[in-house]
């Protein structure tokens, strides 16, 4: 999740039982902690544009990881704060703040590998999105009311506004699994695949993908007070044999492609606007729409050692806000009594 959020939840647990004489030596040390995992983004290659993909959210972020990453920070920190902590009070505060990391990240949509070294399989529970300021903005406030006065009590609030909120976002994620399997049947189709993301910034919006038939479906489902379904877009599953014949299975660049299958849990498929890239059907700003954010591209010119291309879309056009907006509010969208739309 964001800086913010890991931050500030980091904070919170040694916030929510140390005393006040220590209360924002701790309640730092927390929330730096709650930031370090993140520092496997210093992972990268300026020839292998995918390797950030495969540790970010790797061991840093894995359960086995916590004591001896809270070790790490404690140590570096403990020079600056041993006048107020001692090195198992430093250490304990960083344990706490360090183990919040890799949970919430998992609560959300992008996969986090908690169980390395043991299986490299992202766990994504799907209940958040990866940057939400409906949960982020209160726990935030939270955090810094707590920290200046030095009271547990308030701290509390935060640990219950982060249950609640992130129970919440399960609801709506079951909401829009149901519905979501209610449109693959009513179309026919037996989903070999599915799932629920919310969209960025809210847990109104989501968008269920779910693959029939060799065809990824994504349908916009918009879960208020009444569930609604807002339109539907689709593209043909990732062949390679078939999409790409001139590629060497030997290649650097068929390699790419595998490791990109396994980031996107396997949710991946041509972009009907350009044959040579394979996208994430799972991410997209609106969830209506084939814009994705992220894949890679293919070139039959490179040669075999050579890697290929990853990209990235962040453009965020008037179209794809009014269309994201439109599911929100449901006010473009059909009840799901009446049938899926397409």
């Known amino acids: 999740m964001d800086p913010i959020s890991q931050g500030s939840l980091g904070a919170v647990i040694p916030g929510s039982i140390w005393g006040p004489k220590q209360y924002r030596v701790a309640v730092l040390l927390g929330c730096l902690a709650g930031l370090a995992p993140d520092l496997d983004v210093l992972i990268q290659s300026s020839t292998d544009p995918l390797l950030f993909l495969e540790y970010h959210r790797q061991f840093t972020h894995a359960l086995m990881f916590i004591p001896i990453g809270a070790l790490v920070v404690a140590s570096v920190c403990y020079p600056v704060v041993r006048r107020w902590l001692s090195f198992t009070q430093a250490y304990l ?57 030095r009271k547990r009590a308030i701290a509390w609030f935060g640990l219950g506004w982060t249950v609640i909120y992130l129970t919440f976002g399960a609801f709506q994620h079951q909401r829009a699994m149901d519905e979501g399997m209610e449109i693959a049947l009513g179309m026919e189709h037996s989903p070999a695949m599915l799932s629920a993301k ?47 014949p001139w590629l060497d299975e030997k290649s650097q660049q068929a390699e790419d492609v595998k490791r990109f299958s396994w980031f996107s849990q396997d949710y991946v498929a041509v972009d009907p606007t350009n044959p040579n890239k394979i996208i994430d059907m799972r991410y997209t700003f609106a969830p209506n729409k084939l814009e994705a954010l992220w894949g890679i591209e293919l070139d039959r010119n490179l040669g075999l050692t050579e890697h290929a291309k990853y990209f990235t879309n962040r453009e965020v056009n008037p179209e794809l806000t009014e269309a994201l907006l439109d599911v929100i509010t449901g006010d473009s969208c059909e009840s799901a009594t009446t049938g899926p739309q397409s």
Request: proline residues 5%; aromatic residues 14%; neutral net charge.
């Open 93 to 149: 505060a960083c344990l706490l703040g360090y183990a919040t990391h890799g949970f919430l990240d998992a609560c959300t949509t992008y996969g986090t590998q908690l169980f390395w070294p043991f299986t490299n399989f992202r766990v994504s529970w799907n209940v958040v999105s990866v940057l939400d300021p409906m949960f982020t903005i209160p726990l935030l406030v939270i955090v810094i009311v707590a920290t200046v006065k």
């Open 198 to 244: 919310p969209t960025i910034a809210n847990l109104i919006a989501w968008k269920v993908v779910y693959l029939h038939d060799g065809v990824f479906y994504a349908h916009a489902v918009h879960t208020g007070f009444d569930t609604k379904r807002c339109g539907s877009v689709s593209a043909p599953q990732l062949d390679v044999s078939s999409q790409f």
